[in-house]
């Protein structure tokens, strides 16, 4: 009897990791949000790495050490942080910067899992509006597959886009337009 379980044990479990194998190597996660005001109004506070903290999702640990360098926005902006359990530790830098349309980071995940990614911002007009997207793409090791079948990560990470989307919202629509183009 002990063998016939083993044997159903082993035969569920390979299923499980044949069926994880079989997920795709690489993952996007991908918001957008209508924001009622021009693109050249919401890109500074895109590209600048020190105001994305007014909107960001991830500021959630006020003992957070965050270091900044390079220039104060654009290509080379970097920010680096460390905190606790759930902002973990890691460093993120625009690679690229197409005012007003677009900006590419390169975001490093230290702690909790290791990651590379590319996050990405779009903006495009919208009658008198612009939508913004935010999206992060990367590849999907072994591991992540497996994790991947028991929790859903585009779920998890695209309710944080969404509520950086809404602050970012609410932040651009609710002061003078002179603030927000600096």
């Known amino acids: 009897m002990i063998v016939i379980v083993l044997i159903v044990v082993a035969v ?3 299923a499980v990791l044949a069926y994880a194998a079989s997920k795709p190597d690489s993952f996007t996660v991908q918001r957008s ?3 009622e005001a021009p693109p050249e109004q919401i890109f500074p506070l895109i590209d600048d790495l ?3 903290s007014a909107w960001s999702p991830f500021e959630k640990d006020p003992d957070m050490k965050r270091t900044h360098s390079g220039p104060a926005r654009g290509p080379g902006a970097a920010y680096a942080w460390e905190g606790n359990r759930r902002v973990g530790a890691g460093q993120i830098a625009i690679t690229e910067s197409q005012p007003p349309s677009k900006v ?3 975001l490093r995940m ?3 899992l290791k990651a590379d990614n590319v996050v990405e911002f779009t903006l495009d007009r919208s ?3 612009t939508r913004v997207t935010w999206a992060m793409r990367g590849r999907s090791p072994f591991m ?3 994790m991947g079948l028991f929790m859903n990560c585009d779920n998890m990470v695209g309710k944080q886009f969404e509520e950086g989307l809404a602050k970012l919202k609410t932040l651009v629509e609710t ?3 002179s603030v927000a183009a600096e």
Do not use: D, E, N, W
Request: glycine share 8%.
């Open 12 to 14: 569920a479990l390979a």
């Open 33 to 35: 949000a209508l924001i």
């Open 50 to 52: 020190h105001a994305q």
């Open 104 to 106: 590419v980071l390169s």
């Open 110 to 112: 230290l702690r909790p």
């Open 127 to 129: 009658g008198a509006g």
């Open 144 to 146: 992540a597959k497996l």
């Open 175 to 177: 002061q003078p337009t």
